[in-house]
């Protein structure tokens, strides 16, 4: 029996290479796709893919009247239908941003398994998807690489002592500390190693994605933000790693190309080819010390790591702080300066469900506003 696959954010990068995958895999069916505005790429998926639900955020009649024998749902709310109509086993999601928790938690009440790249999901929902998941039965498989690295490494095997995850080092790596402030969206946007969305690209820079990913694998693995080890590697051939305390290290290595989580996501327990075979010979694999002054959005979210408003305050005022830069309201350097007096202007609070998360993002966003109203 095929397994009926919905992906969610599909004209986003990881969703448009889930597609792409997922199309060659025997024994995936794909069933739904949903995007948020990108129309024009979506009628395309859709003439390729032909799956019987889709959702777009908003209603478009000449996609309703082009692909007849798809049914349409439109909003948010349209998504979530799309979700119960379609009754997918596996949903991958690859929205972006905190937006991404409401479908995760759709997802599980449907699916079978869910392969999470939004890594908001977990960031702004603390331990309650996981919760959900496990009271429900429902396989949770992370995308993000380091965290697919983790899951690999960890499956079956004894508690380390330690785990690590790496960081490219973002495009501004070997840019001096003067001059990061005022990198242009040009600059920042041209990443060293991975072609990802632009929110992403940006937070590889401020390191503030890697501050996200060590909140994600607090609660995914279930260690404390000071057994979780941070090492630039530069090429990103080496994506995680795991330390015993007899010293014994374990690594998890390879071409860094986001369509090997996704496939492994869609294929656990079971491993396809999904890009031509490449030569290791020589390929240098180094972690190096991360420079923590040149990185103090990392600093920042290990130390709120374990406080969930403080969490969501975080990822809300780097989404509204990275949509000032790109609107070219604000310097780079502002990124920071925002998560950082909206985090501390966010008290400490562990919301449990999800309108309490809502609430408290939607006032953190205010307050990350305020703040570049007030300083841009
Ligand atoms: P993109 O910005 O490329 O794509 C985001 C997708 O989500 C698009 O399809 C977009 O629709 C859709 N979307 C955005 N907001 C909403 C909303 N409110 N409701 C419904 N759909 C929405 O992001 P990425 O693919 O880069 O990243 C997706 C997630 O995966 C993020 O959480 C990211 O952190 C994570 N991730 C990404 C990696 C990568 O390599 N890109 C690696 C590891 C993790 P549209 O474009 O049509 O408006
Ligand atoms: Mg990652």
Not at 124 to 139: S, W
Not at 143 to 151: M, N, P, R, T, W
Not at 161 to 168: D, E, P, Q, V
Request: proline share 5%; hydrophobic share 40%.
């Amino acid at each position: 029996m095929k397994k009926r696959l919905a992906i969610l954010g599909s004209t986003g990068s990881i969703g448009s290479q889930t597609l792409q995958i997922a199309n060659r895999i025997e024994n995936i069916e794909i069933v739904a796709i949903s995007c948020g505005h990108n129309l024009s790429l979506f009628s395309k998926q859709l003439s390729e893919f032909h799956p019987p639900f889709a959702a777009s955020l908003k209603k478009s009649d000449s996609l309703t009247d082009s692909f007849p024998a798809t049914l349409f749902f439109h909003g948010e709310e349209g998504i979530e239908r799309m979700l119960e109509e379609s009754k997918p086993d596996y949903v991958l999601l690859a929205v972006s941003g905190a937006a991404g928790l409401r479908f995760s938690l759709k997802a599980i009440e449907v699916c079978h398994r869910l392969c999470l790249a939004n890594k908001e999901s977990i960031v702004c929902g603390g331990d309650l998807l996981l919760k959900e998941c496990a009271r429900k039965g429902v396989e949770l498989i992370p995308v993000d690489s380091e965290h697919s690295g983790l899951f690999q490494l960890l499956d079956g095997s004894r508690r380390p002592k330690r785990i690590i995850i790496t960081a490219s080092g973002g495009a501004l790596r070997d840019w001096p500390l003067e001059r990061i402030q005022d990198a242009t969206i040009r600059d920042v946007l041209r990443h060293p190693v991975w072609s990802m969305g632009n929110r992403i690209t940006i937070d590889s820079a401020s390191m503030v994605n890697k501050g996200l990913e060590v909140i994600e694998a607090k609660y995914l693995f279930e260690f404390e933000t000071n057994e979780i080890d941070t090492y630039i590697c530069r090429n990103s051939f080496i994506h995680a790693g795991i330390l015993y305390s007899d010293g014994v290290l374990k690594l998890h290595t390879g071409i860094p190309d986001m369509r090997i989580p996704i496939a492994y996501s869609l294929t656990y327990p079971e491993r396809i080819q999904t890009i031509p075979e490449q030569s290791i010979v020589d390929v240098p694999m180094i972690l190096e010390e991360l420079p923590k002054e040149r990185f103090p959005a990392l600093t920042l979210a290990r130390e709120i790591c374990g406080v969930v408003s403080k969490q969501i305050a975080y990822n809300a005022a780097d989404e509204v702080a990275v949509e000032a830069f790109m609107n070219g309201r604000m310097p780079f350097g502002g990124i920071y300066n925002i998560i950082e007096k909206t985090v501390e202007r966010t008290a400490d609070q562990n919301p449990v469900d999800y309108s309490q998360i809502i609430e408290t993002d939607s006032v953190a966003r205010k307050l990350a506003q305020e703040e570049v109203d007030r300083c841009y």
